[in-house]
């Protein structure tokens, strides 16, 4: 069961193999049975899943043809779920019940999706091991001693495991395709814009992008058919309208331009992980495509500039948890000031605290010209390198990052070597392009993933391409032996 | 030593739009705590900000009556800083790229003369909530009603130089914003608010003293009060040879006296920055050129209106067209009436005595214009008397209707019956048989000064209902025998 499809599955609800309640239960049974070992969910909401699995068996019943109807899926813990806990694995929200629903889980929920739960992640979405969590580390299915990376951790480990057929994730500087890339699944980050932002807590608001988690590109494609789209509550979601992204699939890769980034492979890439990267190139030639190299030249700045952008608006994005209107708020305050001090100072992790302090500093007067403005010049720059390697090629190949998966605790008192294992995702969240990762190989037994960079609103290519690659092989279909064993 | 007063304004309109700034909400004053919220309001996590066009409509119109650039291209920033009843953390405003640019308007000052006050610039900016103390045992209570309403903040130049000029700047720039109906003008309820900011300097030097800022002034008469004694206390310190401190100050009308709010060294580091979740606003020209072609009319060209059609003096038609209210006030009653000098004589005059004995706004008139027009009808048709008129004001003040309905029900109705008017004229002569006599006996030019006590008489004895216009001749004919 664990390596269907949401192609195979939605056939197979359709035949009436199976009914979405008992398609739940088998999920929910597997999340209660391995999630001890993986601690990807935070909330697993039994009721509401079952609820709706009937309520999709009745839609399917009567002729619907969503591909996610009756589809269990999980959504990061971000994703704010009408009467569901929502605590973006913060103390700050340990106990927030969002009234409302966000438009990605909404606009699943209206294609008759099952949300199984909500997925653990790095507090607030800042981190890349998913070892920021008020809810403790989330463990790598293929190995239980490293992580399963970050942000969207628990979503990579659950999808990776069997315990969701897919989930969604979000992307501010590599959340979706780095976690994909270390738990071998595949993840898109669309352009800024193409998702909308209502109803996901922000981290920083001019690079946050929603996209989806799966087990392999044609999933990733149904899930985006669903949640892609202009909407009226977010002012920065995009109104160019969206296209049908699995119509061209299948779609011949004849004569498709690979552009490999010079910068993407000199130092600091693991050589295991440059050969699969390479393997995979190779096979896109055989596949009919043409490599060219390119240069990113401003890709070093990628984390300087990304390291003073995102604290910058996440500094103020998350001055609203201030213990007044929902949310954590310290015992026995004595005035306001000391509410405001140790609702933050208890209700925050560290890592947070970090950035929200870098983040108040690059914008403080006096500094704001030297950091904040000057991240964004070199933003622009990075923009304009993009824009000038997609006047050459159709896709950007490379990896996703430097290494597999690293030990659980290894880089945890290194920030700087954990913030370099963001260096090759940055630079996209910067420009705004969309990305994907997708399984290309192992290396000293853990998932390599290949990254794939297309031009703006460029998904549908996108897709296309990790499809043809993803028929050519079969790296998206290894699964971990905890999936396989239970 | 001879101070010169500087001083500029920064006044905050709420613009009467529908909604509110960045959500769906409404924005009606007075409802139950917390009812005209949105998420977006509440500053609930994962809440986005979409912006009201109609606002941008609104500062668009302001920027125009101020003859002022208007921002192409403008942005909006957060302004971050942690207060209870600001629930996002950061308050959404603009900074470098405002929606007015740079403009001016005049004010007429008391001597006639008029003077131009320079516009620094006008920006778009959500309010904060509200913080209740009381009711909450110890505690503060948090009400969001007024989170995300719209406001128009218009910053002066350091133009004005007293407590009179800064008054009629804030008229000029209320009587603006209500003629073009983007803001209620009620101070009371808070639409319109100023902050002052004043400084001394000698007289003759270039230099700007070290200024303070009044916060949060609501009235006109407290703008006033409120300079006047911020003036009188940094002279104070001045001619101490003591120094001006940078601070923000209230104004506290009790004790007629400004007091310390906070000093610049514990003012905040905002760390403006343009806002993620907002769009820059991009205007084309061919949508500011229709806003400027469709303006209603400004104060201004009211006054010149009301000179030219209904020949009004120009300090009659200054008063008259100081309010929207006022001028169109003054409109209907002159249409009604059919007669703008009376028109406009009854509501600078009666009316407004009326008004200002129980401190009410033109808008707030028991008596509708079209009542009072009603009535000047009858002063016109001969009807009534102007002095008759005037208790039928009284009358109409307090609610007893229409004029009509009053000069029926009191019997007031004008005698124009020449017999009636005769047999109390001769009753008069009759009673005053002396007065007669010497009237007789006098020549005409005693005669004329005379005549004004046989007419008291006889309009005392037709208890006001005589027409004096009537009685003046016949009294002169009965009167020569």
Known sequence: MVDQSITSLAKKLRAKDISSVELTQDYLARIKQLDGQLNSYITVSDEIALAQAEAADKLIASGSTSALAGIPIAHKDLFCTDGILTTCASKMLHNFIPPYESTVTGRMQASGAITLGKTNMDEFAMGSSNENSHYGAVKNPWNLDKVPGGSSGGSAAAVAAGLCVAATGTDTGGSIRQPASFCGITGLKPTYGRVSRFGMIAYASSLDQAGPMARSAEDCAHILQSIAGFDTNDSTCSEIATEDYTANLDAPLSGLSIGLPKEYFGDGLNNDVAKAIQDAVKEFEKLGATVKEISLPNLNLSIPSYYVIAPSEASSNLSRFDGVRYGYRCEDPKDLMDMYKRSRGEGFGKEVQKRIMVGTYALSEGYYDAYYLKAQRIRRLIKEDFVKAFEQVDVIMGPVAPTTAFGIGAKTDDPIAMYLEDIYTLSVNLAGVPAMSIPAGFADGMPVGLQIMGNYFSEAKLLNVAHKFQQATDWHTKNPSLAEGA | ?481
Request: net charge negative.
């Open chain 2, 1 to 481: 030593m001879n101070w010169e007063v500087v001083i500029g304004l920064e006044i905050h309109a709420q613009l009467s739009t529908n909604s509110k700034l960045f959500s769906g909400a409404a924005t009606s004053f007075g409802a139950e705590p917390n009812t005209n919220t949105t998420l977006v309001d509440l500053g609930m996590p994962g809440a986005l900000p979409v912006f009201n066009k109609e606002a941008l409509r609104m500062a668009v119109m302001f920027g125009h009556a101020v003859n002022a650039e208007i921002g192409m291209t403008s942005i909006f920033a957060r302004k971050n800083y942690f207060y209870p009843d600001l629930p996002k953390g950061y308050q959404t405003s603009q900074m470098d790229d405002p929606i007015v640019g740079k403009g001016y308007l005049d004010i007429t000052l008391d001597d006639g003369t008029v003077k131009r006050v320079g516009i620094t610039r006008a920006h778009l900016e959500e309010d904060a909530g509200k913080s209740l103390h009381e009711d909450f045992h110890g505690m503060t209570g948090i009400d969001l009603n007024r989170s995300s309403t719209p406001l128009l903040e218009i910053v002066s130049e350091p133009d004005i130089r007293s407590a009179k000029e800064a008054v009629a700047y804030v008229k000029m720039i209320h009587s603006i914003v209500t003629y073009l109906g983007i803001c209620d003008g009620n101070m009371a309820e808070g639409n319109m608010r100023c902050d002052v900011n004043i400084s001394l300097r000698p007289k003759g030097q270039e230099a700007y003293g070290t200024r303070t800022e009044i916060k949060n002034v609501n009235s006109f008469r407290f703008i006033e009060r409120a300079i006047y004694t911020e003036i009188e206390r940094q002279a104070d310190i001045l001619e101490d040879g003591g120094k001006i401190t940078q601070e923000t100050r209230l104004y506290d009308p009790d004790k007629d006296e400004t007091r310390s709010m906070r000093s610049k060294e514990e003012a905040n580091d905002y760390r403006y920055f343009p806002c993620p979740d907002l769009l820059p606003i991009e205007l084309t020209q061919e949508y500011v050129d229709q806003i400027a072609a469709n303006l209603p009319e400004l104060p201004k060209q009211k006054a010149d209106r009301f000179m030219s059609e209904y020949k009004l003096s120009e300090y009659d038609a200054g008063v008259l067209s100081a309010t929207r209210a006022m001028a169109d006030y003054f409109e209907e009653t002159a249409n009604v009436a059919g007669n703008a000098k009376l028109a406009a004589n009854w509501v600078m005059g009666e009316l407004s005595k009326y008004l200002n004995s129980e401190s009410k706004d033109i808008s707030e008139s028991p008596v509708s214009a079209g009542h009072l027009g009603g009535l000047l009808v009858r002063i016109e048709d001969n009807t009534i008397n102007g002095k008759t008129a005037k208790s039928v004001l009284q009358a109409m003040w307090d609610g007893e209707g229409s004029a009509d309905d009053i000069i029926e029900a009191k019997g007031l109705k004008q005698v124009t019956d020449t017999g009636a008017i005769e047999a109390v004229i001769q009753s008069v002569i009759d009673a005053n048989p002396a007065q007669v006599e010497q009237f007789r006996a006098s020549d005409e030019d005693k005669q004329k000064k005379m005549i004004g006590f046989f007419m008291g008489q006889v309009m005392k004895a037709s208890q006001g209902k005589a027409n004096p216009g009537m009685v003046t001749p016949i009294l002169n004919k009965l009167l020569k025998g």
